[in-house]
């Protein structure tokens, strides 16, 4: 009967070691960081990691908990810390007003298109906005134009996140994609008419004169395309821009000369609303 005891005595303490051996590993994130008492969830999965990745989508609600395991905050304090910076592991250069600009030097992300909605343990994180009007939000008072190979796919964001006393520190990189409906572009130009029997677009700028079917809204990342014409000699298209409407450049467009004052025009559509900008120059000038 002794003996039985002693067996089962033992086991419960190799169960009961076992088991602070796993909790351990847990909140030391398998035995490679320090011993946390300070964690968060998303989606129910519980986090130890002070390094991690996730993938937010455009306009979409991302909620984080932040739990405490033994630490009290002090009365008054906040009891956690959160902000966005740009990840440094992802940096780009682009330029405001022609004065290059690295990515990973702006600093905290202090802008309306990143919206955190905090309570007392949990915060809510929305991205409303794509880099370019991120980066014209940012630099209001000046022309943003940025790389057109930007992959949204990567973590160009960096979540930072931390007990009241920053002394338990988490950074999440996550990027931004878009997986809603989708976005609409406007013409930079006057009063437009359908033409209802061949369906074609023909809208008034200075002579130019668009003539191909033009889907008015499209998914971020679809490339777009559309044919136009100038009507006489006195203007050729020098450029097309697209932008936010405030002269900050959204994403590159491609012009394609076809001769008799006849265009083809391409770009891929950002993830947001967009105005597609004509230049037009005098034909005598560009000659």
């Given at each position: 009967?002794?003996?039985?005891?002693?067996?089962i005595s033992a086991l419960l303490i190799i169960v009961l070691l076992l088991s602070i051996v796993g909790v351990v590993l847990i909140l030391t994130n398998g035995g490679n960081e320090g011993f946390k008492t300070f964690y968060y969830d998303k989606d129910g999965k519980r986090v130890f990691?002070?390094?991690?990745?996730?993938?937010?989508?455009?306009?979409?609600?991302?909620?984080?908990?932040?739990?405490?395991?033994?630490?009290?905050?002090?009365?008054?304090?906040?009891?956690?810390?959160?902000?966005?910076?740009?990840?440094?592991?992802?940096?780009?250069?682009?330029?405001?007003?022609?004065?290059?600009?690295?990515?990973?030097?702006?600093?905290?992300?202090?802008?309306?298109?990143?919206?955190?909605?905090?309570?007392?343990?949990?915060f809510t994180i929305t991205v409303t906005a794509d880099m370019g009007h991120l980066l014209a939000q940012l630099y209001p008072n000046g022309k943003v134009a940025f790389p057109d190979e930007l992959d949204d796919s990567k973590p160009y964001f960096m979540l930072y996140l931390a007990n009241?006393?920053?002394?338990?520190?988490?950074?999440?990189?996550?990027?931004?994609?878009?997986?809603?409906?989708?976005?609409?572009?406007?013409?930079?130009?006057?009063?437009?008419?359908?033409?209802?029997?061949?369906?074609?677009?023909?809208?008034?700028?200075?002579?130019?004169?668009?003539?191909?079917?033009?889907?008015?809204?499209?998914?971020?990342?679809?490339?777009?395309?559309?044919?136009?014409?100038?009507?006489?000699?006195?203007?050729?298209?020098?450029?097309?821009?697209?932008?936010?409407?405030?002269?900050?450049?959204?994403?590159?467009?491609?012009?394609?000369?076809?001769?008799?004052?006849?265009?083809?025009?391409?770009?891929?559509?950002?993830?947001?609303?967009?105005?597609?900008?004509?230049?037009?120059?005098?034909?005598?000038?560009?000659?």
């Amino acid at each position: 009967m002794k003996t039985v005891t002693k067996v089962i005595s033992a086991l419960l303490i190799i169960v009961l070691l076992l088991s602070i051996v796993g909790v351990v590993l847990i909140l030391t994130n398998g035995g490679n960081e320090g011993f946390k008492t300070f964690y968060y969830d998303k989606d129910g999965k519980r986090v130890f990691s002070s390094v991690s990745t996730d993938s937010f989508e455009l306009d979409k609600p991302e909620t984080y908990r932040v739990h405490y395991l033994f630490d009290s905050v002090t009365e008054g304090a906040e009891k956690y810390v959160v902000k966005v910076y740009p990840n440094e592991k992802e940096d780009f250069e682009f330029t405001v007003d022609g004065e290059p600009v690295s990515w990973r030097r702006v600093g905290e992300l202090k802008t309306d298109a990143i919206q955190i909605e905090r309570k007392e343990m949990c915060f809510t994180i929305t991205v409303t906005a794509d880099m370019g009007h991120l980066l014209a939000q940012l630099y209001p008072n000046g022309k943003v134009a940025f790389p057109d190979e930007l992959d949204d796919s990567k973590p160009y964001f960096m979540l930072y996140l931390a007990n009241y006393n920053e002394s338990v520190q988490y950074r999440i990189g996550f990027s931004v994609t878009c997986g809603g409906p989708g976005h609409g572009f406007s013409l930079s130009s006057g009063p437009s008419y359908t033409d209802r029997e061949s369906g074609m677009i023909y809208e008034q700028l200075g002579g130019l004169q668009y003539a191909s079917p033009i889907p008015m809204t499209a998914l971020a990342g679809q490339k777009v395309t559309f044919s136009c014409r100038i009507q006489g000699a006195q203007y050729v298209i020098s450029k097309v821009s697209v932008t936010d409407g405030r002269g900050n450049e959204l994403a590159a467009a491609v012009l394609e000369d076809l001769g008799s004052g006849a265009y083809f025009c391409s770009f891929i559509m950002p993830a947001c609303d967009a105005t597609v900008e004509f230049t037009l120059a005098s034909a005598r000038g560009s000659a």
